[in-house]
């Protein structure tokens, strides 16, 4: 998050401080770049079956060991939903359907800033008791709303979605 680039990544020359578009950017006085601190896009899946929810266990910082809705980067190329099949496939082997954008929160982690889209899916094709664990996760559960690990759970997206579904708001 506090990444500042000393050269300027088209044409190589040292990048200066200058006051543009309302604040202080990194520019090039060669070739005119104007460094953008761009947010980073991710999305993430509110996935239920039978009155369960899939939760994934991170393998990986931030907040390793705790449980989240599955959820990833958006790679540059990439829309919304076809990423977050990518993303859902990856760590669990689910395909999945998404029913309905639920909400878009703030993201902070300590090296992004950014929004996360949060959607409502459904599994499509058969739904394993057990789906395997790959990429950055290391455990992939469904739990009942009376069993969600509160505790320990990852990220205010993810609460905040979980709050509203056991309330019967989702
Ligand atoms: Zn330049």
Redesign the pocket.
């Known amino acids: 998050m506090t990444f500042t680039p000393h ?7 040292r ?1 200066h401080d200058r006051h543009v578009f309302g604040r202080m950017r990194r520019v ?6 104007i460094f953008f601190r761009d947010h980073k896009v991710a999305v993430g899946a509110f996935i239920h079956h039978r009155d369960r929810v899939l939760l994934v266990r991170r393998a990986v910082d931030p907040e390793k060991g705790k449980w989240a809705l599955p959820a990833g980067y958006m790679e540059y190329d990439e829309e919304p939903i076809p990423a977050l099949y990518r993303e859902v496939a990856e760590e669990t082997g689910l395909s999945v359907r998404v029913t309905r954008l639920l909400d878009v929160f703030p993201l902070r982690t300590p090296h992004a800033r950014g929004v996360i889209i949060m959607y409502e899916a459904v599994p499509e094709g058969p739904v394993p008791e057990h789906p395997p664990a790959a990429d950055d996760v290391d455990a992939v559960r469904w739990f009942r709303r009376e069993a969600i690990p509160w505790t320990e759970l990852a990220f205010e997206s993810t609460r905040h979605i979980l709050r509203r579904w056991r309330e019967g708001q989702l």
């Open positions: 050269y300027c990544p088209r044409c190589g020359a990048l090039c006085p060669a070739c005119g770049f």
